[in-house]
C-alpha cells in the first residue's frame, strides 16, 4: 500500500513500507479530520461571499442609474460652497466608502434607509457599520453625544460633522 512517511520531518517521500529508507526515522502522517472540515467550510464560506457580493453591489448601483456623475469638487461647489474642502472630501469618501456607492453618484438627499441602505434579500451583516464607527469617533472627538445625533442623509452627515 502507497503511504505517505515523513523522513527527518524534512520532507515527505511516497513509497511502499518495505522501501523506505533503512537510516531514516519513519513516521506515518495522520490528518487532521478538524482541520480538514474547517478549511472546506473557508473555502465555501469565501466563495458564498463572492458571489452574493457578486450579486449584491449591481443591484444596489442599479438605484443610481441615470444619476450624473459629479466630481467631488462639483458637489462641494454646488452645495456646499462654504465647506472646508479637505474635510468635505474626507466626509464624502468616508460615506461613500461605508455604503460602496462611487462618490460621484451621492448626493446629499440621499439617505441611508433607503438610497444607501441594504440591498434587499442581500443584506449583510455590518453593511453601514464603518459608517457607525466613524459617526461614533467623530461624535466623540466633538463632545457630541452620539445617542442624540440624527445623520437620516449624507446632507445631515456632511452638516454635523463641519459645523464649527
Same mark, same amino acid.
Given at each position: 500500500?502507497?503511504?505517505?512517511?515523513? #523522513?527527518? *520531518? +524534512?520532507?515527505?517521500? !511516497?513509497? !511502499? +513500507?518495505?522501501?523506505?529508507?533503512? =537510516?531514516? /526515522?519513519?513516521?506515518?502522517?495522520?490528518?487532521?479530520?478538524?482541520?480538514?472540515? #474547517?478549511?472546506?467550510? !473557508?473555502?465555501?464560506?469565501?466563495?458564498?461571499? =463572492?458571489?452574493?457580493?457578486?450579486?449584491?453591489?449591481?443591484? $444596489?448601483? $442599479?438605484? =443610481?442609474?441615470? *444619476?450624473?456623475?459629479?466630481?467631488? $469638487? /462639483?458637489?462641494?461647489? /454646488? &452645495?456646499?460652497?462654504?465647506?472646508?474642502?479637505?474635510?468635505?472630501?474626507?466626509? !464624502? $469618501?468616508? %460615506?461613500?466608502?461605508?455604503?460602496?456607492?462611487?462618490?460621484? #453618484? #451621492? *448626493?446629499?438627499? @440621499?439617505?441611508? @434607509?433607503?438610497?444607501?441602505?441594504?440591498?434587499?434579500? &442581500?443584506?449583510?451583516?455590518?453593511?453601514?457599520?464603518?459608517? +457607525? +464607527?466613524?459617526?461614533? *469617533?467623530?461624535?466623540?472627538?466633538? /463632545?457630541?453625544? &452620539?445617542?442624540?445625533?440624527?445623520?437620516?442623509?449624507? @446632507?445631515?452627515? %456632511?452638516? %454635523?460633522?463641519?459645523?464649527?
Amino acid at each position: 500500500m502507497l503511504t505517505p512517511y515523513v #523522513l527527518h *520531518r +524534512e520532507a515527505i517521500c !511516497w513509497g !511502499w +513500507e518495505s522501501r523506505a529508507a533503512p =537510516f531514516a /526515522q519513519v513516521t506515518p502522517t495522520h490528518s487532521n479530520p478538524g482541520l480538514v472540515v #474547517l478549511l472546506t467550510l !473557508w473555502a465555501l464560506g469565501s466563495v458564498a461571499v =463572492f458571489f452574493v457580493m457578486r450579486q449584491r453591489l449591481p443591484r $444596489k448601483l $442599479k438605484r =443610481f442609474e441615470g *444619476r450624473e456623475r459629479l466630481s467631488i $469638487k /462639483q458637489i462641494h461647489d /454646488q &452645495f456646499y460652497p462654504a465647506c472646508e474642502m479637505e474635510t468635505f472630501t474626507e466626509l !464624502w $469618501k468616508e %460615506i461613500a466608502s461605508s455604503a460602496e456607492v462611487p462618490p460621484e #453618484l #451621492l *448626493r446629499p438627499t @440621499d439617505r441611508f @434607509d433607503k438610497e444607501l441602505g441594504p440591498v434587499e434579500g &442581500f443584506r449583510v451583516a455590518g453593511e453601514m457599520e464603518d459608517l +457607525e +464607527e466613524a459617526l461614533m *469617533r467623530r461624535c466623540e472627538e466633538r /463632545q457630541l453625544d &452620539f445617542h442624540n445625533v440624527k445623520a437620516e442623509t449624507v @446632507d445631515d452627515y %456632511i452638516k %454635523i460633522f463641519t459645523r464649527t
